[in-house]
């Protein structure tokens, strides 16, 4: 069975740093982009970061230049390195697959595979 699990939420005081992790297992993980995509509380889906198979980035611009997302396909797993954290950027971050560029990355619809979640809050 194919699972993503996110791990590496927690709480931080503003400019502060927090490293996710996603593990994929049960599909062939290095043929996949990964995607983060974030939730505010009482708002909608945000993709913040993706990372090609072959490792090109692309951020938003919400968090360019803070964020970097990286992969180790040896390890089944991709990196958000959030750094200069801010109280907007408090949600529940998720890791997502898909085999190719997704039309629409705030549609949890587009994507093949979903995680569970990691809580990340950032204090003022």
């Known amino acids: 069975q194919e699972h993503l699990v996110e791990s590496g939420g927690g709480s931080v005081q503003a400019g502060g740093s927090l490293r996710l992790s996603c593990v994929g297992s049960?599909?062939?993980?290095?043929?996949?982009?990964i995607y983060w995509v974030r939730q505010a509380p009482g708002k909608g889906l945000e993709w913040v970061s993706a990372?090609?198979?072959?490792?090109?980035?692309v951020h938003a611009d919400s968090v360019k230049g803070r964020f970097t997302i990286s992969r180790d396909n040896a390890k089944n797993t991709v990196y958000l390195q959030m750094k200069s954290l801010k109280p907007e950027d408090t949600a529940m971050y998720y890791c997502?697959?898909?085999?190719?560029?997704?039309?629409?990355?705030?549609?949890?619809?587009?994507?093949?595979?979903w995680g569970q979640g990691t809580q990340v809050a950032v204090s003022s």
């Open positions: 997502a697959a898909g085999l190719k560029w997704v039309r629409d990355p705030n549609d949890r619809e587009e994507y093949t595979y």
């Open positions: 049960g599909f062939t993980f290095s043929m996949y982009w």
């Open positions: 990372i090609h198979p072959e490792g090109i980035t």
